[in-house]
């Protein structure tokens, strides 16, 4: 019987990629461990090893095709007995036992697929201002680089930063431009590097510190919390800790519920902290500019299912934005969608599918969860009367929670109709694809509340 | 139960690593045994001086504790000054850095700091180190390069690799020394530490103040291996036991220590055994050892008394000795009229130095 070889999942978020190079060619005799071909993920060039036995029949992808979907058939091989399989383009021919076996489960977190972008322009920026399409991961990226070269004193420190050019890629080429004094692999001891990193702060250093996610910090929360937060005040003003801890945060993909979380509430909970949780790739590189600079201790919250999407970057030298300033993605009056990180895509998507059925919905991106900018929340408030929040976090005690208890004592004349969260479940992050598409938040939630709240 | 407590060492002063037993690194370089430091008699005078600061504020901060002017948690350095003077006093200040745990208040006054603003930060004054906002956990002197003053035990081994790594990547010449107690010793990220700061060869010099007690916990009852100048060994940090009690065996470790390091051979580690004569903070009855046990440290083994010695033969006279001792009253009764006298912070001070930038 024959084989069909199809284009394989290297990662948990990855979707699609590279047919970067076929290491056979058609009539090669293989054996199970040989190199096929290389795939470029969004992430790494990863080799990929034959399975069976058997020759290889048709190439059907030729090397060097981008975008290629996970799943589709690449070639085909023909198993020991000779017989090829057959081709995919005959579906009716398709062996019995494919159509028993289960088709390749949907993660739930491909509901928080989206590139939606900001529909206004940041208005300081300058008329003409020319853009370029760059990832999240590359502008994250682009930040350290420049803010390395800028000040000596800037370093990166974590696990697989240097050799490995980043777990997530995100420090990709900082070894080979600044060396091993300035981008250092750490041992798995996240809160030794914390502390390290934090004692270098206050020796006058300014570490980047990543962690591979920001669920391994919890192990390094003492000293984020208790070094580095509380050390400005308690010294009275005399001992500064300018340290980023950065990383990614919040659900990815299939990971289960120790890989799953969003601590943005966690860190907005501290006083000493300034904790940023960027949405797109500008926003991203701008204000990861800004916390290298900042003399306060930062927590910046990535998202590892945003890092490869593409946004427009202003072509500006030196694109710094402020720190605790939130940002309106889409002008509406009807409506305020609350949102950070992953979440403004879904309420972007969100405010589209409104618009469509007459309600006009403003969007507002917080960027800083601390200090929050609810200024520009309850001015927002008060020309549309009406808010939900979105948030891929947990409800209880969120930052959902916070602006509702923001806009129900300083903004409650404004309110039409109660504040609405839309959060996921309040479970722990479930495996089963099912289980985790239903914990988790999607645009129609978003329009179901913001329709709710308008009493539509 | 518990062992009878022997702070000074039985039979050598300063007791290097035993050899490890043959295998792939014995015979990898360790540093030489120390000998005691030939301290002059000027340089025995301010040992002298500084020990009797130390055990006279601390005296004076327990009273002052006791009257209500301090609250909170106070951990006094009583029996332990030989330690931090003997340390301290072979560092270079505004060079060297130094961190430590809660029990900060002595190696503070080792390193010059005013006693003043040390006992107005003990009452939470304006006047104090930190503004009143530290309080006797939490004080600092970047000025210094005293970076505190750490209340989460164990914390300050990590920072302080950090102070090492930041003197190794400016290439300043500066030492690290992180003090922590035989309780911090047995915390994971102290180990964690340890690994990167041999690996990264970082100048550090980690000292195990071991006071027999981790709050009411003897080492014994708490460590598996309670030669803790042997827990660096598996990382391949070499380790030198010391006699607390005696400020030139102290002086002469940490010589050796500095000399170690300065040769760009990555950390050290010295256990100094000493002993708290006080409870662990100032609300600790000390049930867990009887009144014999430290009658008989402070008979044996007082460390201002073996500095009284050294004196002697050194030919200082007792009343030499004694105008010392008048003067330190004084300069410790002028800090807790100090402490006592300036002004509480302003109420807005509630609010500053959250943050250093507006935002």
Redesign the interface.
């Known amino acids: 019987m024959g084989i069909e070889i199809k284009m394989p999942a290297l990662s948990p978020t990855m979707e699609e990629g590279t047919l970067a190079k076929w290491l056979v060619k058609e009539g090669d005799e293989v054996k199970s461990g040989d190199i096929l071909a290389e795939i470029e993920t969004d992430k790494a060039t990863m080799e990929f090893e034959a399975v069976d036995e058997g020759l290889i029949g048709k190439i059907m992808i030729a090397e060097g095709t981008e975008g290629v979907k996970v799943g589709t058939v690449i070639a085909t091989m023909a198993g020991e007995d000779g017989e090829a399989a057959p081709a995919p383009a005959a579906p009716a021919a398709a062996a019995p036992k494919a159509e028993e076996a289960p088709k390749k489960a949907e993660s739930g977190t491909s509901k928080l697929a989206s590139e939606a972008r900001a529909t206004v322009q940041d208005p300081d920026l300058p008329a003409g201002t020319e853009f370029v399409k760059t990832t999240v991961r590359e502008a994250l990226r682009d930040a350290m680089a420049e803010e390395m070269r800028a000040d000596e004193r800037v370093?990166v420190m974590g696990e697989e930063v240097a050799e490995y050019q980043g777990a997530y890629k995100v420090t990709q080429g900082l070894l080979a431009e600044f060396g091993d004094?300035r981008v250092i692999d750490?041992?798995i001891?996240e809160?030794?590097?914390?502390?390290?990193?934090?004692?270098?702060?206050?020796?006058?250093?300014r570490p980047v510190i990543e962690f591979m996610t920001f669920n391994f910090a919890m192990q390094a929360i003492?000293?984020i919390i208790?070094?580095a937060a509380k050390?400005?005040?308690?010294?009275?003003?005399?001992?500064?800790c300018?340290i980023v801890f950065r990383g990614p945060n919040g659900a990815a993909s299939r990971v289960g519920a120790q890989h799953s979380q969003n601590y943005g509430p966690w860190y907005a909970a501290v006083?000493?902290l300034?904790v940023i949780a960027p949405y797109d790739a500008a926003d991203a590189k701008g204000l990861l500019k800004a916390a290298i600079r900042?003399?306060?201790p930062v927590v910046f919250l990535e998202n590892e299912l945003l890092y490869g999407r593409s946004f427009d970057v202003p072509k500006v030298d030196d694109y710094v934005l402020?720190?605790?300033k939130a940002r309106i993605m889409r002008p509406g009056k009807d409506v305020t969608l609350v949102s950070y990180s992953i979440g403004v895509g879904l309420a972007l998507d969100a405010a589209e599918t409104l618009a469509a059925e007459g309600i006009d919905a403003e969007v507002i991106d917080l960027r800083?969860l601390r200090?929050l900018d609810t200024a520009t929340v309850l001015e927002s408030l008060k020309k549309t009367n009406r808010l939900v929040v979105v948030e891929e976090g947990w409800p209880t005690c969120s930052i959902a929670s916070e602006i509702a208890a923001v806009v129900m004592e300083k903004g409650f004349d404004d309110l039409d109709a109660p504040v609405l969260r839309v959060t996921n479940e309040d479970v722990p992050l479930p495996y089963a694809a099912n289980l985790e598409k239903a914990a988790l938040i999607d645009a129609a939630r978003v329009v179901e509340a913001a329709k709710k709240v308008c009493y539509k | 139960m518990a062992k009878p407590t022997t702070p000074r060492a039985a039979s050598a002063k300063a007791k290097a690593a035993a050899p490890a037993p043959a295998g792939a690194d014995h015979n990898r370089p360790r540093p030489e045994t120390p000998t005691d430091y030939k301290a002059s008699k000027e340089e025995l005078l301010e040992f002298y001086r500084q020990m009797v600061l130390i055990r006279r504020f601390e005296e004076k901060a327990g009273q002052l504790y006791g009257l209500g002017f301090i609250g909170g948690f106070c951990h006094l350095y009583i029996g332990q000054e030989a330690v931090a003077v003997g340390i301290q006093s072979a560092l270079k200040p505004g060079k060297d850095s130094v961190i430590t745990g809660y029990r900060d208040h002595g190696h503070m006054l080792a390193y010059g700091i005013d006693p003043k603003v040390i006992m107005a930060e003990l009452t939470g004054r304006e006047a104090g180190i930190s503004r009143g906002k530290g309080g006797s956990m939490h004080m600092f002197s970047v000025e210094h390069k005293f970076f505190g003053g750490h209340g989460i035990v164990g914390a300050q081994v990590s920072l302080g690799a950090g102070l090492g790594f930041a003197h190794k990547y400016n290439n300043d010449g500066g030492v690290c020394v992180a003090y922590f107690g035989d309780g911090a010793a047995n915390q994971g990220q102290v180990y964690e530490s340890f690994n990167m700061a041999e690996l990264w060869k970082l100048p550090i010099i980690f000292v195990i103040e071991n006071n027999q007690y981790a709050m009411g916990t003897s080492v014994n009852r708490a460590s598996s291996e309670d030669q803790l100048y042997r827990r660096g060994e598996s990382f391949r940090i070499p380790g030198i036991q010391v006699d607390g009690m005696d400020v030139l065996a102290v002086r002469g470790a940490t010589e050796e220590a500095l000399k170690w390091v300065q040769e760009g051979n990555g950390p050290i580690l010295l256990e100094m055994k000493t002993y708290r004569y006080r409870g662990h903070s100032m609300s600790d009855p000390a049930k867990y050892r009887s009144r014999d046990e430290v009658q008989a440290v402070r008979e044996k083994s007082d460390p201002i008394e073996g500095v009284k010695k050294y004196l002697i033969d050194a030919g200082v006279s007792e009343d030499e000795i004694k105008v010392i001792d008048q003067d330190i009253r004084k300069v410790v009764a002028e800090a807790a009229d100090f402490a006592e006298t300036s002004p509480e912070p302003e109420a807005h001070e509630l609010y500053t130095d959250v943050l250093v930038e507006q935002y």
């Open positions: 370093f004094k750490t041992p001891t809160y030794g590097f914390a502390g390290i990193g934090a004692g270098a702060a206050m020796g006058g250093l003492d000293h208790n070094s050390t400005n005040y308690m010294s009275g003003g005399q001992m500064r300018p006083p000493g300034i900042s003399t306060d402020p720190i605790g800083t200090p």
